[in-house]
């Protein structure tokens, strides 16, 4: 059964070997182990758009992978996709929920054997490390928020636009009216005269 493989290269200028030797390469293995690559991506140096280097070529990649169709993405390395850990790391981990191999010529790494499967087990733990990073930092930051009397949430709105909102409910003004004339939001006068219903 053919294997439907897509290529992914980019041009860097810490990687030596350039995108058309890296697509070249990864032909050559894919037509010697019987996959058939429908697509192949490449992306080289662009200018940073607002600190982020553009990559047209591997987001296409990743909307085609995500998007199902295809059975494995071949690599020159891992260096080649993702401009930061998370993103490695998320790339992996989306490929390894919709079903869909990877081939690292560098390491001769496929996911298809079971050295491969160690790096999808691998990057499982590095994605619950960061998962478990990111959430630790959060509650770690509340909890000295809270210790430094910091209120979360909206503001209390000022008690004198409260009692007037109320009064402009009795008098029979409507909730958006009585919000404008009050200074406060609509919504807000909404759960006043919500709670006003519920007391009576």
């Known amino acids: 059964m053919l294997i439907n493989a897509v290529i992914y290269a980019r041009t860097s200028p810490d990687c030596p070997v350039s995108a058309e030797d890296q697509i070249e390469a990864l032909k050559a293995i894919a037509a010697d182990r019987g996959w058939l690559v429908t697509k192949v991506f490449s992306d080289r140096p662009t200018p940073l758009k607002k600190g982020r280097e553009r990559r047209p070529g591997e987001d296409a990649m990743l909307d085609m992978v ?17 401009r930061t850990l998370v993103e490695l790391v998320g790339f992996i981990e989306m ?12 390491r001769e790494i496929d996911t298809a054997t079971s050295d491969g499967m160690s790096l999808f087990d691998l990057t499982g733990m590095m994605a619950f490390h960061l998962r478990q990073s990111r959430r630790d930092r959060i509650l770690r930051g509340q909890a000295a928020a809270r210790s430094a009397s910091v209120r979360f949430g909206r503001p209390p709105i000022p008690t004198t636009k409260v009692e007037k909102a109320k009064q402009l409910l009795a008098a029979g003004k409507g909730v958006r009216e009585a919000g404008r004339l009050a200074g406060i939001s609509p919504a807000s006068v909404s759960r006043l005269k919500g709670s006003r219903e519920q007391m009576a």
Do not use: E, F, I, T
């Not at 995500?66 to 993702?82: I, T």
């Not at 490929?95 to 560098?106: I, N, Q």
């Open 66 to 82: 995500s998007a199902g169709g295809v059975q494995k993405v071949l690599l020159w390395s891992v260096d080649r996709v993702g």
């Open 95 to 106: 490929c390894r929920m919709v079903g869909v191999g990877m081939y690292l010529h560098d």
